[in-house]
């Protein structure tokens, strides 16, 4: 296989394959756990940011006598908690975005009702993201995986059916382990036969 050489062959001191591998497997995560792995890897970006977006201030500012690593750490906690609103935020208007467009292209509605339809969807998604988020994490999943494979040398119709396939396992997965959970089997009680033979 000959690579497609997507990427620099090295970010941040990590090689090409290396950055192909941890996009795979966070691609794993993101659809086989999809709400938790959401979560921690939109926090963890956002701490990152706001870690990286305080010291530039703190360096910038000349900000001396202060307990910086105090301070580092508010701004991380502070850039997790807005980059993951903000980026929940931007994945229900992208979804309302997109039907409302479709809406207004591919029907005679007019433009009023296909933003008032785009905007219920949004809202509907922001409340209800706990459960979008697990097709939203597996399709950003499915991506990252073939973007990996893809840059790695795979086909790109082997990589895209390759993801493709993961990410349905992913998603009726989840699904089967919520509902197990909403009616978990109760315990067979034992039968008359059972029974009696316990007495001896």
């Not at 999809?34 to 979560?39: E, L």
């Not at 009702?113 to 993201?129: E, K, N, P």
């Amino acid at each position: 296989m000959v690579s497609h050489s997507l990427l620099p062959h090295e970010i941040f001191g990590y090689s090409q394959f290396t950055v192909y591998l941890v996009l795979i497997l966070i691609g794993i995560a993101l659809i086989f756990r999809g709400k938790t792995a959401w979560k921690y890897i939109t926090v963890a970006l956002g701490g990152y940011m706001g870690f990286v977006i305080t010291a530039i201030l703190i360096v910038r500012l000349h900000v001396s006598g202060a307990p910086d690593i105090l301070i580092l750490a508010i701004g991380a906690v502070i850039g997790g908690l807005i980059f993951s609103f903000v980026a929940q935020l931007a994945v229900c208007v992208a979804l309302g975005g997109g039907i409302g467009l479709g809406i207004y292209i591919f029907t005679p509605a007019g433009i009023l009702f296909a933003a008032i339809v785009g905007l219920i969807v949004v809202v509907i998604a922001y409340i209800r993201f706990e459960k979008v988020s697990v097709y939203v994490a597996a399709f950003v999943g499915g991506l990252a995986i073939w973007f990996a494979l893809y840059g790695m040398g795979v086909s790109n119709i082997g990589a895209q059916v390759f993801a493709a396939a993961i990410m349905i396992s992913g998603i009726v997965l989840q699904k089967y382990e919520e509902e197990s959970a909403k009616h978990p089997q109760r315990p067979r009680k034992p039968g008359r036969e059972s029974s009696i033979d316990d007495e001896y």
